[in-house]
């Protein structure tokens, strides 16, 4: 089954907007947050991560939230432009090594 | 730094015969992960090592399925043999550590049409 479930599927985003990607994880081991961002025709690339000890972390114009009470974290990209349209994945893993990864959101920002 | 090399970038095969993927990891890295990627299934762990030996292949499918690292610098995954179903991207990525601990760089995968 699994372990991080990640919404919406898919969202479309005026330039200069802000796109808001979550996700929710049920296994309370998990120690390691990390967010990819993919582009067609390539492998996924670390974006930005955060650990459970933080409830923020911004870098440039993407911030991760992460509410550990919840067990709810997202990714909030700020002034959102064309080159940011990509496919997102969340992913979560106890001592770094096995990512589990939520299903994806393809970004899709409008000129 | 070239980041992680594949190889082939695409294979077209037919039902039955023999795959090998290949992977160059990053030079130092001492983790190496394979991913498969489908529209259905996303993306899967199917194996990991960490110093060149295989510490979780529970991802694995089957017995079909084979994953090799002989040394730092290389690994292959084969499939023998393959089904239409094996169809999908097949990702290599390394790891060392960093800010937060070992961060994964993944590499541009091999694509797989099994006929």
């Known amino acids: 089954q699994q372990q991080v479930k990640q919404s919406p599927q898919s969202l479309i985003v005026q330039k200069g907007g802000i796109s808001i990607i979550n996700c929710a994880y049920e296994?309370?081991?998990?120690?390691?947050f990390p967010w990819y961002q993919q582009f067609p025709g390539k492998g996924p690339a670390l974006l930005i991560a955060i650990r459970p000890d933080v409830s923020e972390k911004k870098e440039g114009r993407f911030t991760i939230s992460f509410n550990k009470s919840a067990k709810q974290f997202s990714l909030h990209i700020m002034d959102s432009q064309p080159g940011d349209s990509a496919t997102y994945f969340c992913?979560?893993?106890?001592?770094?090594?096995?990512?589990?990864f939520g299903a994806g959101t393809t970004v899709t920002v409008r000129a | 730094d070239a980041g992680v090399i594949q190889s082939p970038r695409h294979e077209v095969t037919e039902m039955g015969q023999e795959v090998t993927l290949r992977c160059k990891p990053i030079s130092g890295h001492n983790s190496l992960f394979w991913y498969r990627q489908t529209m259905m299934r996303g993306l899967e762990l199917l194996i990991y090592?960490?110093?060149?030996?295989?510490?979780?292949d529970s991802g694995m499918p089957e017995d079909r399925f084979s994953a090799k690292m002989p040394n730092a610098s290389f690994s292959t995954l084969k499939i023998q043999p393959s089904e239409p179903r094996d169809s999908a991207v097949y990702f290599c990525?390394?790891?060392?550590?960093?800010?937060?601990?070992?961060?994964?760089?993944f590499g541009p995968g091999t694509r797989l049409t099994v006929t």
């Open positions: 990525a390394s790891s060392s550590p960093g800010q937060f601990g070992y961060e994964q760089y």
């Open positions: 296994n309370t081991a998990f120690d390691y």
């Open positions: 992913a979560a893993s106890i001592r770094d090594y096995k990512l589990s």
């Open positions: 090592f960490n110093n060149n030996v295989p510490i979780d």
